[in-house]
């Protein structure tokens, strides 16, 4: 596609239950990124992908929080367990390469733990 | 580990006035600078971006910004805001061979 997508736009889940989230980087990016985005707490870093070198995870808050990139391309944030605390816009950006280029970011996964 | 400060969370400011908005990084190593700007309701885009060369960046919409490696800093500029620049604007560092760090945001407000 034309730019990152990501889905669903919104979700709106029960306390415990476990979610996931999916982003489609554009075609050939090597680099994607997920970032959570809370009210005053900016864009906070989770993981981040590039190429076939092993994912930096250092931003991952909990064990509960794990992600995947199949093939490359299409990747999946999964939350289990989910907590008030994890209510929050997660976005995801791919880029061209890594340091020096661009991030292209997705509209986000509005995320609503009840 | 690279880190980004950005001092001021809100910027209120009347329209065709000046701004800036303060930016300060932290890094052992040379770093790639970004500005990133997330208008209401919308996904971020990039603003302007340093990598090397000219310490004055010039970027959309008329913002300016100026590396300043004694300092550290990177601070957004715009001699005049209009209404419609109203929007967060994030800070971001990264080095050659490393991940986007972001600050926590400026939130720019600009009343008529």
């Known amino acids: 596609g034309a730019g990152v997508s990501q889905s669903p736009s919104n979700k709106v889940t029960e306390k415990g239950k476990d979610v996931e989230l999916r982003c489609d980087p554009i075609?050939?990016?090597?680099?994607l990124y997920w970032y959570r985005q809370s009210l005053g707490q900016g864009l906070e870093f989770l993981i981040y992908?590039?190429?076939?070198?092993?994912?930096?995870k250092s931003g991952l808050p909990s064990d509960r929080f794990s992600a995947e990139r199949t093939g490359g391309s299409v990747s999946t944030l999964t939350i289990q367990r989910t907590q008030q605390e994890d209510s929050a816009v997660y976005l995801c950006?791919?880029?061209?390469?890594?340091?020096?280029?661009?991030?292209?970011f997705g509209q986000g996964t509005r995320l609503t733990v009840v | 580990a690279q880190s980004v400060t950005q001092l001021d969370s809100q910027v209120p400011v009347f329209e065709e006035a000046p701004v800036e908005l303060r930016c300060n990084y932290s890094?052992?190593?040379?770093?790639?600078l970004f500005w990133y700007v997330q208008y209401p309701n919308q996904g971020l885009q990039l603003l302007l971006k340093?990598?090397?060369?000219?310490?004055l960046v010039k970027g959309i919409n008329g913002f300016e910004a100026e590396f300043n490696k004694s300092q550290t800093s990177f601070h957004l500029r715009k001699p005049s805001v209009h209404i419609s620049d109203t929007a967060e604007y994030f800070c971001?560092?990264?080095?050659?061979?490393?991940?986007?760090?972001f600050g926590t945001g400026t939130r720019l407000q600009v009343f008529p």
């Open positions: 950006a791919s880029s061209p390469g890594q340091g020096r280029t661009e991030a292209f």
């Open positions: 075609s050939g990016h090597t680099a």
């Open positions: 992908f590039q190429g076939n070198s092993a994912p930096d």
């Open positions: 890094s052992s190593v040379s770093v790639y």
């Open positions: 340093y990598l090397s060369g000219s310490t």
């Open positions: 971001a560092v990264s080095r050659l061979t490393d991940k986007l760090i």
